[in-house]
């Protein structure tokens, strides 16, 4: 009953394509958030990840076209979420209009340079290749 | 031959999902214990609590009237907040006479005090910084501007440090003034918080 549920959950390709992006967005949103908020900076290590990750989610999708649009979509809304938890604690409660400006700033600058330029051209490239492995071997 | 090779296909798939679900899994639960640790950061900085305790007393073993002052702070962090460290301490001091309105100043420097030390949940931090002034103690009371110099998970774009006033004529502790970035290679610095 339960491997039948699994199998409902995934048994078409939008349905997996679904599932993927949606645990392609949770995995790359909790890399970066976990290296932003330890230490505002992604390591290679944690680059390397997500790097995998996005390998990974490219194979399982296995079409290069679509892993390019799905990679697109789980990019912005990595930064959309990010962004929003970045700024989310931050109140004037706690600090001034100027204070909350300027850490905004420096959360942006931090999680622009954790993810752009050379991060988001690894991870579409690894997504891209992964994609073509998947479509021509798996 | 051709069955055989569509259960490879199932079986590398299958393999693959799983370790992209178990360290998307894994992933997940590391950043939502940073998160949720994150989330407590600024109430952190804004609730810090530095408390001062001073004895004066005349110096030992010297006829003068000259004093020795002790000034003990405590710091405390009173939230869940788990990563900052205390990087260095320092105090201006401004000791007015009540009298006459005679004052004297001085500054410890940044590093007076203690090394860097981790301010975690809930555990107060003593550092002690003692002086000596060429003046009897009796009718004067003490200004102090501590400087707490933070590291934080911001590190590598800005510094903060957490300004407090301390005034010995009053009974509560000490008062969170500013909280000021230094920022390191962003253009336009940062102002005052």
């Known amino acids: ?138 | 031959m051709q069955s055989a090779s569509t259960a490879w296909k199932i079986t590398t798939i299958q393999a693959l999902a799983v370790v992209f679900v178990a360290v998307i899994a894994v992933e997940v639960g590391v950043a939502t214990s940073s998160t949720a640790n994150y989330f407590q950061f600024y109430k952190a900085l804004a609730e810090m609590q530095v408390r001062l305790a001073l004895e004066v007393g005349p110096l030992q073993g010297d006829q003068s009237a000259n004093s020795n002052v002790t000034a003990v702070f405590s710091i405390e962090n009173p939230t869940g907040y788990g990563s900052m460290i205390m990087r260095a301490l320092g105090a201006n001091f401004r000791v007015v006479n009540s009298t006459n309105d005679n004052q004297i100043q001085g500054s410890t420097g940044l590093d007076a005090g203690s090394p860097p030390t981790a301010l975690n949940p809930n555990v107060v931090e003593n550092v002690t910084i003692n002086f000596h002034m060429l003046l009897p103690a009796a009718n004067y009371k003490f200004l102090f501007t501590v400087t707490l110099d933070l590291s934080t998970f911001l590190d590598t774009l800005s510094l903060l440090q957490s300004s407090f006033s301390c005034d010995t004529s009053q009974s509560q502790g000490c008062t969170l003034v500013s909280i000021t970035p230094r920022s390191i290679g962003l253009p336009g610095g940062g102002g005052g918080l």
Do not use: D, H
């Open chain 1, 1 to 138: 009953m339960q491997v039948n549920k699994l199998e409902w959950l995934i048994a078409t390709e939008n349905r997996k394509l679904l599932w993927t992006s949606i645990l392609w967005t949770a995995g790359l949103t909790s890399v970066y958030a976990q290296a932003l908020f330890t230490r505002a900076y992604a390591t290679w290590f944690e680059q390397g990840i997500a790097i995998g990750l996005c390998f990974a989610a490219g194979a399982l999708i296995g079409n290069i076209a679509r892993s390019l649009v799905t990679y697109i979509g789980v990019i912005v809304t990595t930064v959309v979420i990010l962004i929003f938890l970045s700024v989310q604690p931050l109140s004037t409660e706690y600090l001034s209009t100027v204070g909350v400006a300027v850490i905004q700033r420096i959360l942006l600058i931090a999680i622009f340079r954790e993810i752009f330029p050379f991060p988001v051209i690894l991870s579409l490239a690894a997504s891209l290749v992964g994609s073509a492995m998947g479509e021509r071997y798996v």
